[in-house]
């Protein structure tokens, strides 16, 4: 992976035990990751107790308080994609700052702000203490493994212009993507 998007990060996502294959054996196949994508807290906590210090992203992010403390606790990070998410967060008043990344659903139809609401929410998050400032921003393509899909290049243009001008990290390729749409490397 690190061959195909040169100085980009690698998440590697091993959610779902790392679809069937065992969650900690292959994050520890993985140890070169500089950090781990599960889909809820559960997962993340077991790879901390298996001794994993990566970073961890929720994919699914938070789904209460209480996960939000967890999170808050083993740094972990939620990706955050519904309104109730941020009133959560924005209610939140524990110790510390997490990291956290704003989903932009640009067609992928799963998790997500669409495109019109994630200026609103990445201002909302902006003006969170309980954030380390900025929010990281991601999106997931939906088709990416087509080379000749029109829906790719919509998603692209589409997570480009929700995104524009907003600070932070940003994710877009998929494992697929890295290879047949170069244009969706980021920082991630």
Known sequence: MRDYAPGCRVAAVVKA???????????????????????????????????CRARVLLLEGVRDR????????????????????????????GAGALRAWLKVDTGMHRL???????????????????????????????ASEDPDRAATEAQLAAFAAATAGLPGERSIANSAALIAWPESRADW
């Open 66 to 93: 209480a996960d939000l403390e967890v999170a808050a606790r083993e740094e972990f990070e939620p990706f955050l994609h519904q309104a109730w998410q941020l009133d959560l967060l924005e209610a939140w008043r």
């Open 17 to 51: 035990n790392a679809y069937g294959h065992g969650l900690v054996t292959v994050a520890g196949a993985l140890a070169g990751a500089d950090a781990f994508g599960v889909a809820r807290i559960e997962e993340a906590t077991s790879l901390r107790k298996a001794g």
């Open 112 to 142: 997500g702000f669409g495109p019109a609401e994630a200026a609103d929410a990445a201002r909302r998050l902006a003006a969170c203490r309980a954030l380390q400032q900025p929010a990281g921003l991601a999106t997931h393509l939906a």
